[in-house]
């Protein structure tokens, strides 16, 4: 992992405390016993022997790294070569393993957690988990093991008893089988979407609403990583908002104000 900290300008310092804080976040809110190893595969058993397993952590890992400064890509990409040439360290078995346990349930649609879990735990052993590279991938899996509710259940503030959207105003976003991204019927990439988002609910705000479409032939992958950049670019409104109005970050307000901030930029996301 020092080669992934290498390659953000600050040496990582911001992105090691985003582990830490979102390692402290499932065990204030009782989805870890503590930090480690064991306590991470005991949450994947628990899930995989198919217990009601309602924890869901409040925050999202995904949408928390949204907050802080990309690393540079070619270092990040070199990163990934030393990884993969780091059989000292890691089992490259292993690695291909936990990738054909993602891939397995990507290309057979089948997205439950007691599948992936169970998967997973044929791979990984507690002194894996012990690993910060494996720790990550686990915050990530709570993005991607249910789809079943997807985006508006997950994702979105919209109700049905809220008041009546104007859809002529809407920002249409297609996912093509192709896994090609559309705006409004423009083809463009994701960074292009990133800026088409915050754009546009920056000008919408409480207007805004989103209509999201998607092939089932889909590539899951590219399904996160759309719906990382939607969520994302309404999250860092909200949070410069917050700071703007409050001094202090959206994550840190009372409801209230939350509620405040939520009704200026909601997440209003039709699937």
Same mark, same amino acid.
Do not use: H
């Given at each position: ?48 022997? #198919? ?5 869901? +952590? ?5 949408? &928390?790294?949204?907050?802080? #400064?990309? +690393?540079?890509? &070619? ?5 990934? !070569? ?11 078995? *292993? ?10 349930? @990507? ?5 439950? +957690? ?8 044929? /791979? ?5 988990? !012990? ?32 008041? &009546? /959207? ?11 089988? *192709?896994? @090609? ?16 988002? %915050? !754009? ?8 805004? /609403? ?5 092939? %089932? ?37 009372? !409801? #209230? ?8 930029? +909601?997440?209003?996301?039709? &699937?």
């Amino acid at each position: 992992m020092d080669c992934a900290f290498q390659s953000f300008a600050d040496n990582g310092i911001a992105y090691k405390k985003q582990i830490s804080d979102y390692e402290n976040l499932l065990i204030d809110e009782k989805i870890l016993t503590d930090n480690s190893g064991q306590s991470y595969r005991q949450l994947l058993m628990d899930i995989a022997d #198919e217990k009601e397993f309602d924890k869901v +952590p409040s925050k999202f890992f995904v949408v &928390e790294l949204q907050k802080i #400064e990309k +690393p540079n890509f &070619e270092e990040a990409q070199k990163c990934k !070569e030393i990884i993969v040439k780091d059989s000292a360290k890691y089992d490259m078995t *292993k690695l291909k393993g936990f990738e054909q346990v993602i891939d397995k349930a @990507q290309y057979s649609g089948n997205f439950q +957690p007691d599948a992936i879990a169970k998967g997973l735990l044929k /791979v990984l052993t507690e002194e894996d988990l !012990e690993l910060d590279f494996y720790k990550l991938r686990t915050f990530l899996l709570f993005s991607i093991i249910d789809t079943n509710s997807g985006m508006n259940k997950q994702l979105s503030d919209f109700e049905s008893d809220q008041t &009546e /959207v104007d859809l002529t105003k809407a920002l249409r976003i297609t996912l093509d089988d *192709k896994n @090609q991204i559309f705006v409004n019927e423009k083809k463009v990439s994701l960074d292009d979407l990133k800026k088409l988002v %915050r !754009e546009y609910e920056s000008e919408l705000k409480s207007e805004s /609403v989103i209509l999201w479409k998607t092939d %089932r032939a889909t590539m899951y992958r590219n399904y996160i990583d759309v719906q990382n950049a939607i969520v994302g670019e309404i999250q860092y409104l909200r949070n410069k908002l917050a700071i703007e109005k409050y001094k202090t970050e959206f994550d840190k307000l009372i !409801e #209230e104000q939350q509620s405040e901030i939520k009704n200026i930029y +909601p997440k209003r996301i039709i &699937e």
